[in-house]
């Protein structure tokens, strides 16, 4: 794919301090690279020290390369690659998951039953990411998610403290 297909100036205001970093690395397309992947996002992400939604950023990323990995055209040959693309705004993080598309199975979210071993993917990502969603064309296929950290409310003191 040739860059991204999102674009991130939404996000973005016209002058601003904050912090904004990507980017972007392509990995095979196997099992393999899921670990690769989760510890170059985790490095990354990390430099700032610990973040709120690190371990969210992780799974979901996890889940996506999963995805990709499992069910598009990238694995069908012995080259294929999926790209991730990492963006970092402030307290905003978002990820993109690029592969070869597929022409017999589009991203959908599913209610896995308990006893499944698989398909709570794109479940998690629905449950945990603040925004998400996939694009499709004749070039290939991108799924992506956004996780923006939130202040915590105060823990109000228990009545028998």
């Known amino acids: 794919m040739k860059g991204p297909l999102n674009s991130y100036d939404s996000l973005r205001p016209a002058f601003t301090t904050t912090q904004h970093a990507t980017w972007s690395r392509?990995?095979?397309?196997?099992?393999?690279?899921?670990?690769?992947?989760?510890?170059?996002?985790?490095?990354?992400?990390?430099?700032?020290?610990?973040?709120?939604?690190?371990?969210?950023?992780?799974l979901l990323l996890s889940e996506v390369i999963t995805n990709a990995i499992?069910?598009?055209?990238?694995?069908?040959?012995?080259?294929?690659?999926?790209?991730?693309?990492i963006a970092r705004l402030g307290t905003t993080v978002q990820v993109e998951v690029a592969d070869a598309g597929s022409s017999t199975t589009m991203p959908a979210v599913r209610t896995p039953a308990l006893a499944d071993d698989g398909g709570r993917g794109l479940w998690l990502v629905d449950t945990l990411a603040d925004k998400w969603g996939f694009q499709h064309d004749e070039t290939g296929g991108l799924v992506w998610f956004r996780l923006t950290e939130h202040a915590c409310p105060p823990v109000a003191a228990a009545p028998w403290a």
């Open 26 to 58: 392509s990995f095979p397309a196997t099992p393999m690279s899921v670990p690769e992947a989760r510890g170059w996002a985790r490095s990354l992400l990390s430099l700032g020290g610990p973040s709120p939604i690190l371990d969210d950023t992780l």
């Open 70 to 85: 499992t069910h598009s055209d990238s694995s069908h040959s012995g080259s294929g690659q999926v790209t991730v693309q």
